[in-house]
Every structure is written in C-alpha cells, then in structure tokens.
C-alpha cells in the first residue's frame, strides 16, 4: 500500500480540508430526475435512484425496500 512518509501537520491536514470543502461545495449543482412523476433531486450524470431513470428512460429496476 502506498502510504505518507511523514505525518502532516495540524495546519496542512486542515489547509487541505478547507480547499476540499470548498470543492465539494461548488460541486453541489443538482439537478431534477427527468421522470416527471418522480422529478427527485439527483446527482448530474447520474440514475435517479428514486426511480431507476436516466435520460427520459428507465435503466434500472428499483426494488422496494423489504423489511
Ligand atoms: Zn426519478
């Protein structure tokens, strides 16, 4: 496994945390399931996990939770 050399700082680990969330942050563009029964906020580029839908299509069967 490839592992640091040396362990970082207080300040390098929290430097590179805040430049992280700051990514994460401008990364939080959601956009709306295309399935206009369902219209679920959804990651882009991704199948809405509420319906099984990408694209105006269904791609996955969603299976109800089983309890
Ligand atoms: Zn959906």
């Given at each position: 496994?490839?592992?640091p050399?040396?362990k970082?700082s207080k300040?390098?680990?929290?430097?590179?945390?805040?430049?992280?969330?700051?990514r994460?942050e401008?990364?939080k563009?959601?956009?709306t399931?295309?399935?206009?029964e369902?219209?679920q906020?959804v990651l882009p580029?991704h199948?809405?996990?509420?319906?099984?839908t990408?694209?105006g299509k269904?791609?996955?069967?969603i299976?109800?939770k089983?309890?």
């Amino acid at each position: 496994m490839p592992n640091p050399k040396h362990k970082h700082s207080k300040t390098r680990n929290r430097r590179d945390r805040a430049v992280w969330s700051k990514r994460v942050e401008t990364a939080k563009t959601i956009a709306t399931c295309t399935n206009p029964e369902c219209k679920q906020p959804v990651l882009p580029h991704h199948v809405c996990l509420a319906c099984g839908t990408y694209d105006g299509k269904k791609v996955i069967e969603i299976k109800e939770k089983k309890k």
